[in-house]
């Protein structure tokens, strides 16, 4: 998918994509913060084969949102 999703539709693509790809682990290869977003780097590996998954999140008050997820293959 490489368009905005709404919030629900969002939620429902992932768990389409995690119930077709069990996750074995998942570990954070680079973060950063910057101003009010965090960026994160992160590697999942799955029985079929491994992804690389980009996080942003905005920070807002005491409030983070997640703005953008991105799985890639390795």
Sequence with gaps: IRKPLAKSEAEQELA?????????SFSVLHDNSQDNVIYMICKLQTAKTSYRVHILIDVMGDEERITQIRIETL
Excluded: H, S, V
């Design 16 to 24: 389409n994509f995690f119930a077709q790809n069990k996750p074995q």
